[in-house]
């Protein structure tokens, strides 16, 4: 038994470092991490949410990216992406989690489907891959798991106040998450942004250096929580 344990460790430690981007329209995003100037940059595993897609679908894939479709919502989904990465010969170091942004409706009715539905894409997706990814870390005692969310403080329409009330839930989660985590080894942070506009290649640069920059940060210097500002 502690031969196999022992060959294991070591499996991982010759493991390749890694990163996953989960979000929607992170396209640009992922391609800002592979511009930055790293002497040693992560190859990065893009996940969007497919709620038709039983287990991971596997987009494309080159020497830089891999991106994969699937499920957030279901737990044998990720513990499939969990599992993929590590028989690609990668171990996880950073995860960024980036909740649906916008909630746009045409119409100022909401129904309690509407509104369970964008649940899901943010709060609930958020608790399903923080939870796969900190368990994955916490076997090497180390990793950095990002939220990216909004702030919202002029919410004024209804659709408005629906986001913030989401991402209060997904900063709360963060700040819980933080407490319990960083004395293991694990850095969770919540990053602010003014807006997403996964459009403009400046504001998705600026993004990937912050994020960057949080998991380079010494344990004695963690922090928990930063707003990046136009």
């Known amino acids: ?6 060959q294991l460790f070591k499996s991982s430690q010759n493991a390749q470092r890694c990163m996953v981007v989960v979000g929607e329209n992170i396209e640009l995003l992922s391609q800002a991490f592979i511009n930055l100037d790293l002497d040693h940059p992560l190859h990065i595993f893009q996940v969007t949410h497919e709620p038709s897609q039983q287990d991971l679908k596997i987009i494309s894939s080159d020497n830089q990216k891999t991106s994969i ?4 919502l279901l737990n044998t989904s990720l513990k499939s992406l969990v ?12 995860c960024i989690i980036q909740p649906k942004f916008e909630f ?20 609930l997706s958020a608790v ?3 939870q796969s990814m900190i368990e994955n870390m916490l076997k090497q005692q180390e990793g950095t798991v990002i939220f990216l969310g ?11 106040l629906l986001s913030a009330s989401m991402f209060a839930s997904v900063r709360a989660l963060s700040q819980s998450l933080a407490r319990e985590f960083h ?4 850095h969770v942070a919540y990053c602010t942004l003014e807006k997403w506009d996964d459009q403009n290649s400046k504001l998705m640069q600026s993004i990937a250096q912050v994020c960057w920059h949080l998991h380079q940060q010494p344990k004695s210097t963690w922090s928990q929580e930063l707003s990046l500002t136009n």
Do not use: C, F
Request: charged fraction near 15%.
């Open 1 to 6: 038994m502690m031969k196999k344990i022992g």
């Open 69 to 72: 479709q699937l499920n957030l």
């Open 83 to 94: 599992k993929y990465i590590q028989q690609q010969g990668y171990r996880i170091e950073l």
């Open 104 to 123: 746009t409706v045409n119409t100022n009715t909401l129904s309690s489907e509407m509104i369970e539905q964008y649940w899901q894409a943010t709060g």
């Open 128 to 130: 399903s891959v923080s």
């Open 150 to 160: 909004a702030s919202h403080d002029n919410a004024t329409n209804t659709h408005e």
């Open 183 to 186: 004395p293991k080894g694990i």
